[in-house]
């Protein structure tokens, strides 16, 4: 179905996974007119794309779900600790109807385009469907890791099996029985598919160019008793997560060096967190995200584990990570990876030194040669993060300013809500905000409760254009620099510096002050009349 019309809403909202629900919620309650925008036939966002088997979140459910309505807390119940992306769609589905969302959704569209007129102050976005909306606030709720990014090798189109990436996942899943399967990647998507898939093959063949740190899980079925203390605290607990780094309760920071205590009381801190799992291990001692000596502790600690679980000695080696330090890039919370490899039908092969040369039409080779045969292949190689949503859109701001233009060295923004030249677009959760390093249902309800909180305060004042100021930009992008450069984050070649997409500028992208801090500077900004922000009304009333 095509449509050919022009329509007008105060607000255009891209993308129906968990930020453009809950904005789209806000808006309506605000009395602001909007329509969301999807490129998916339903709501879900990154929950409806990766259905990969083994897909579940790495925050504890009862952490990761909204925390703006107490009755929602209470109408639903998560079954496990840590959500599987089933459930996670059906909670997504089950809020998209408890507040009757769809009716302002437009599904199967994709934004192509989104010009900003200077005259009106309002931005005409077209879609492949032809549409041409026009709005006076275009809010990117276009997520963080939604374009799958395949390496960039010869002959991926040639091979004659069946290719997956985990990213955009088949919907009515896969069957792998009987056989041979390649799992190119070792990120967080590979870890968990991996088990799942390693159980169903006939044989799978591992690829790694490098090795990441991975905790276990734990996971479990739900206590009753937690579920209904959290169901009942639910807006408390929330407004409590908005003050911690991350943006996750019950990971308690030991505030020591890991470098003053002794190795035995050093060992049973990280083993005590282990036995917790999940993100625990991050709070073990004060200097490992900023001390490479103290890193080194936690990072042999992980290898030290893989050998203990490995049964091979040259596949636990080959397992461990040693090259960044530990946590720089995403740490990856599994359930049973490094046991696989003691299944006798998988096998790793490092492609560090000797990468995938060609995809051929029977499976692969390596650069020294080395053919494989395989029946599918599974891309498990991760995505264009943060800015690759925004900038596959021709999005033009002032004078016809395209974004890729201006991000041409990396993204730039204020707060990571705007961008200067780009009057009324603001990006949820973007480059520039804690986003991808904290939990993110935390930063989406943050980032939506400022941007309606802005609006009303431009409506009651009828003013019509908010636009990052350029120094205030400046200064923000200096000090997101400044406070990563303070870690050991930028040693890693992780997406999170865009390293995993060839060409793409190295900038490390989101704010890693901490959500706490982070949250203070936003609503201090608003409190100061949203200070660093150029406000001005309508044009037509100002001339
Ligand atoms: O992607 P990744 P992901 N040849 O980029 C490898 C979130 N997430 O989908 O490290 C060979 O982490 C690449 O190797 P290297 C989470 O934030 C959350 O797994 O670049 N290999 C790497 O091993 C996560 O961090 C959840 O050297 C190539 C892998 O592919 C983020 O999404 C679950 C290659 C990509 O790993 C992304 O995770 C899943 C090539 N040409 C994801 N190109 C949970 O909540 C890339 N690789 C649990």
Redesign the pocket.
Known sequence: MTSNHSLEFDSIIVGAGFAGLYQLLRLRRAGFSARVIEAGDNVGGTWYW?RYPG????IESLQYQYGFDPDLAREWRWTERYATQPEILRYIEFVADRYDLRRDIQFSTRVTAAHYDDASARWTVHTDRGDAFTCRWLIMATGC?SVPKT???PGIDAFEGESYH??AWPHDGVDFTGKRVAV???????I?SIPIIARQAEHLTV?Q??P?FSVPAHNSLLDESQWQEVAARIAELRAEARTTSAGILGIPLNDVSALAVSEEERRREFERRWAIGGFAIGGAFNDIAINLDANETAAEFVRSKIREIVNDPETAEALCPRDYPFGT??LC?DISYYETFNRPNVKLVS?RDN??AEITPKGLRLQDGTEYEFDAIVY????DAMTGALLRIDIRGRNGLALRDKWEHGPRTYLGLQVAGFPNMFTITGPGSPS?LSNMIVSIEQHVDWVTDCLEYLRERDLAVIEAAPAAEDAWVDHVNQVADLTLYPRA?S?YIG??VPGKPRVFMPYIGGVGLYAQKCAEVAANGYEGFLLSPEPALSR
Do not use: H, Y
């Open positions: 990766n897909a579940r979140c790495d890791l390496p960039e090798v985990t990213g190119i990647g070792t990120g967080s998507s590979a968990q690829f160019r490098t990441n890039k995403r919370v492609i990468p995938i498990a190689t991760g995505f991808v070649n997406w390293a995993n």
